[in-house]
């Protein structure tokens, strides 16, 4: 069974950081692509970062690039989201979901079938 775990959100200022972690289990992780999403109630989902775990590609959507970065830890089935904050425009629910054997031209385009629960973070300024 694919199970994806996240974990790391938080009440954090403006301007501060955050560390996200997404935990994988039940597939072969380095054949899986994983994204971090974000969604408000009301709002359109947005997928913020991926990582390939395959081939090692990485995305960011332009509303994070040089503020968060997305690693991978093969060895421990995990992916990070590392954020840095600002005010209102990262206040979400985050989750991560995974696709499998995603080509790097694909990465933002494709669905991501398994998703984790999400975790909370605020924002305040």
């Known amino acids: 069974e694919v199970q994806l775990v996240e974990s790391g959100g938080a009440a954090v200022q403006a301007g501060g950081s955050l560390r996200l972690s997404c935990a994988a289990s039940?597939?072969?992780?380095?054949?899986?692509?994983i994204g971090w999403f974000r969604q408000a109630p009301g709002k359109e989902r947005e997928g913020v970062s991926y990582?390939?775990?395959?081939?090692?590609?990485?995305y960011y959507a332009d509303s994070v690039k040089g503020r968060f970065t997305i690693t991978s830890d093969n060895a421990k089935n995990t992916v990070y989201l590392q954020m840095n904050t600002r005010k209102p425009d990262d206040k979400d629910v985050y989750y991560c979901?995974?696709?499998?054997?995603?080509?790097?031209?694909?990465?933002?385009?494709?669905?991501?079938?398994?998703r984790g629960q999400g975790t909370q973070v605020t924002v305040s300024s």
């Open positions: 979901a995974a696709a499998r054997a995603v080509l790097a031209r694909e990465i933002p385009r494709v669905e991501y079938p398994y």
């Open positions: 039940g597939f072969t992780f380095d054949d899986y692509t």
């Open positions: 990582i390939s775990s395959n081939h090692g590609s990485t």
